[in-house]
C-alpha cells in the first residue's frame, strides 16, 4: 500500500492535481492491483497541505468525516502512506487471503 501511495502522491506533485484519479485516469483500485495485491477491499484518501504526520493523522480521523469511516473501517488490514512534497496520499485495503492479518 505505500508504494502505491507514494507513487500517486508523485503523480499528484508533479502534474500539480489532487484527486483519486491518476493522471493517466488509473483508479486506486487499478493502482493496487497493477502491483499484484489481489484485493478484496481498497480505500484511498488523498489531500495537499499539510506539512508533517500529526497534521494529516488529525485530518484522517477528524469525528464524522468520511475519511474517518475509512481509516477505522475494519474492513481494512493494510495501510500505507506516501507525501511529496505537500501532497498526501493514504491508501487502506485488505486482500482476499482469507488466512490476512495485522500485526501491530
Same mark, same amino acid.
Given at each position: ?14 502534474? =500539480?492535481?489532487? @484527486?483519486?484519479?491518476?493522471? =493517466?485516469?488509473?483508479? %486506486? ?7 499484484? $495485491? ?9 489531500? #495537499?497541505? $499539510? =506539512?508533517?504526520? %500529526?497534521?494529516?493523522?488529525? $485530518?484522517?480521523?477528524?469525528?464524522? %468525516?468520511? #475519511? ?7 474492513? $481494512?488490514?493494510?495501510?500505507? &502512506?506516501?507525501? &511529496?512534497? =505537500? ?6 485495503? @485488505? %486482500? ?9
Amino acid at each position: 500500500s505505500a508504494g502505491v501511495a507514494e507513487v500517486h502522491a508523485l503523480d499528484m506533485a508533479e502534474n =500539480d492535481f489532487v @484527486s483519486l484519479d491518476g493522471s =493517466d485516469g488509473s483508479s %486506486s483500485t487499478e493502482r493496487v492491483q497493477a502491483q499484484g $495485491y489481489d484485493r478484496r477491499w481498497i480505500g484511498e484518501v488523498v489531500v #495537499r497541505g $499539510y =506539512d508533517n504526520v %500529526s497534521e494529516i493523522m488529525e $485530518y484522517l480521523f477528524e469525528p464524522g %468525516s468520511q #475519511r474517518s469511516e475509512i481509516a477505522v473501517s475494519s474492513n $481494512y488490514v493494510h495501510f500505507g &502512506v506516501g507525501k &511529496v512534497e =505537500d501532497y498526501w496520499s493514504a491508501v487502506f485495503a @485488505s %486482500s482476499k487471503d482469507a488466512n490476512e492479518s495485522c500485526m501491530m
